[in-house]
């Protein structure tokens, strides 16, 4: 049977890119149902899925795999091959440590800078802690390229760049400044193949979320 992602809009959903990207990136095969997060089923739906009733899930047979950091450590046990995360254990544990701090935490960055990909790149002021938030990530990105070589954090696409891949996102979109090691990193998650494939569908979503839409009521798209 196969591997069966359940995801949000593919516009707005943060939590879903990461799980999504990350297999598509590994060349794990997988089926996937997008729902709308206003859909008048949602709920219902998911909840019927995982008792939390969020997205994304993970379905694999019987198995039942919820929260995007979750689903991305049952992936890479189950597929160790995909090299998810960093074989030599100081250096998986260090990606496993940013990972976590991301799934947790820089809710400021979060709430100020929903992710939008449908929303032309135009700059929104941050708050202190916005900023603050943006300046941990940089480092966080800088440290890892400068110590592992790049193109990707730990050398290799893995699990802590798809937890991070929706801040990518939303640095893109809304013009965060960052420094050129972090700007070099977006680049190439952007110039992903299962980049360009999930952004393209969002632009082709009919749904629109006002509270993830900051210039509302206006709705701007490329």
Same mark, same amino acid.
């Given at each position: 049977m196969a591997?069966?992602?359940?995801?949000?809009?593919?516009?707005?959903?943060?939590?879903?890119?990461?799980?999504?990207?990350g297999m598509r990136t590994a060349g794990i095969a997988f089926e996937e149902t997008v729902i709308s997060l206003e859909a008048a089923d949602f709920k219902t739906r998911v909840t019927a899925l995982s008792g939390a009733g969020k997205v994304p899930v993970?379905?694999?047979?019987?198995?039942?795999?919820?929260e995007s950091l979750a689903i991305l450590?049952?992936?890479?046990?189950?597929f160790p091959e995909a090299g998810l995360w960093p074989k030599p254990a100081s250096v998986?544990?260090? &990606?496993? %440590?940013? $990972?976590?701090?991301?799934h947790a935490g820089f809710l400021p960055l979060r709430r100020?800078?929903?992710?939008?990909?449908?929303?032309?790149?135009?700059?929104?002021?941050?708050?202190?802690e916005g900023a603050a938030n943006v300046a941990r990530i940089d480092a966080i990105w800088s440290e890892c390229l400068a110590k592992h070589g790049g193109p990707f954090l730990f050398g290799r696409f893995g699990a802590a760049d798809a937890m991070f891949a929706p801040v990518v996102s939303r640095f893109h979109t809304y013009a965060v400044a960052?420094? &050129?090691? %972090?700007? $070099?990193?977006?680049?190439e998650v952007m110039a992903l193949p299962a980049w360009r494939e999930w952004?393209?569908?969002?632009?082709?979503?009919?749904?629109v979320l006002p509270h993830d839409e900051v210039d509302w009521p206006v709705v701007l798209k490329e």
């Open positions: 591997l069966h992602l359940i995801l949000g809009n593919k516009n707005y959903s943060s939590w879903s890119l990461r799980p999504w990207i993970l379905l694999d047979g019987d198995v039942r795999v919820w450590e049952y992936l890479a046990e189950k998986r544990a260090h &990606a496993r %440590a940013i $990972a976590s701090e991301m100020q800078l929903p992710m939008n990909m449908c929303r032309p790149v135009k700059p929104r002021a941050l708050d202190d960052v420094s &050129a090691a %972090a700007r $070099a990193y977006m680049n952004r393209e569908a969002a632009r082709r979503e009919p749904w």
